[in-house]
């Protein structure tokens, strides 16, 4: 680049702006710059791929959006997102750059796979086999189901497909009771069968913005809880047993038409957003209406 502003203003304009204007492009529309079609064994051959460390009191770089909030020390991220990825073939056979060592992308243990904002809209089978990966993350992408095989990945703890085109929960999930965080916002889920009822170990489900009529009387085995979102859907009830369930946090029902809570949600710890719901809170027993809140709780000192 030429630092001399004399020099540069000799340039001719036929030469400058198209060097402004590429730069401006690649600045405010980076995807527009990259190949329709960019695999991952494509990416690798001319970027490092570098697994990051998780440690108290060191930050880690990741893609705007992606979240951190599942780390614990000593895991470990592998972040594809934003880079305009179709496609994840060659992943299992990937050499990645940890603490500056390189190393098989399948010996990193507890990672974090985040492939947020991508072209994506199938996994390679190769995926499967990667029992080191706890959290998948695969949001904003082009995904029309989970795939079945996603249950043969006995390690994972939390699987994230927010935002793809998404109408139903591939029954295979129901199979891998050792889940403990779901989240499928921002789909066109239609159902949700009794078999939810399986994933006893979660604490975190989120099920918002979907079509979802009906929750089975099964919520009522998920007591792990500590969030469930269930805004933004159609539902019109929800079952009395699953009053029972204290969710530690927060249960969001907003923009849902329900007229009335099950009695039980009245001694939950957490609150209950009914935001837009045909709620009335005054018809509410003092006990339930103590529980309406759009705000957390704080979480408690240990």
Do not use: W
Request: hydrophobic content about 40%; glycine content about 6%; aromatic content about 6%.
């Amino acid at each position: 680049m030429v630092n001399d502003s004399r020099a540069f203003n000799q340039k001719s304009t036929k030469v400058g702006l198209p060097r402004i204007f590429g730069f401006l492009a690649a600045v405010l529309f980076p995807m527009a710059l990259l190949p329709a079609e960019l695999t991952l064994e494509a990416y690798a051959r001319s970027h490092v791929l570098t697994v990051q460390s998780v440690a108290s009191g060191s930050e880690v770089s990741l893609d705007p959006g992606d979240q951190t909030n599942n780390f614990k020390d000593g895991d470990k991220i592998l972040s594809l997102s934003g880079k305009g990825l179709s496609a994840l073939d060659g992943i299992a056979k990937l050499r990645v750059m940890d603490q500056g060592h390189e190393v098989a992308l399948a010996d990193v243990k507890r990672l974090h796979l985040f492939m947020n904002r991508n072209a994506i809209d199938k996994l390679p089978p190769e995926l499967f086999a990667l029992h080191n990966v706890i959290f998948l993350y695969a949001n904003y992408n082009r995904f029309e189901a989970i795939p079945a095989q996603i249950a043969e990945m006995h390690g994972l703890q939390g699987i994230y497909f927010t935002a793809n085109q998404l109408t139903f929960i591939t029954p295979e999930v129901f199979n891998m009771n050792q889940l403990r965080k779901l989240q499928v916002s921002k789909n066109r889920i239609t159902e949700l069968p009794a078999a939810i009822g399986n994933l006893t170990e979660l604490i975190h489900l989120n099920l918002s913005n979907n079509a979802i009529p009906v929750v089975p009387d099964s919520f009522a085995r998920l007591t792990k809880l500590r969030v469930c979102d269930l805004s933004d859907n159609k539902i019109s009830r929800l079952p009395d047993g699953f009053g029972e369930v204290r969710i530690l946090y927060q249960l969001r029902v907003r923009d849902n038409p329900l007229t009335e809570l099950p009695a039980g949600f009245g001694e939950m710890p957490g609150t209950i957003d009914i935001t837009g719901t045909r709620i009335e809170p005054n018809s509410l027993s003092p006990r339930l209406r103590a529980r309406i809140g759009t705000e957390k709780p704080a979480k408690a000192k240990r």
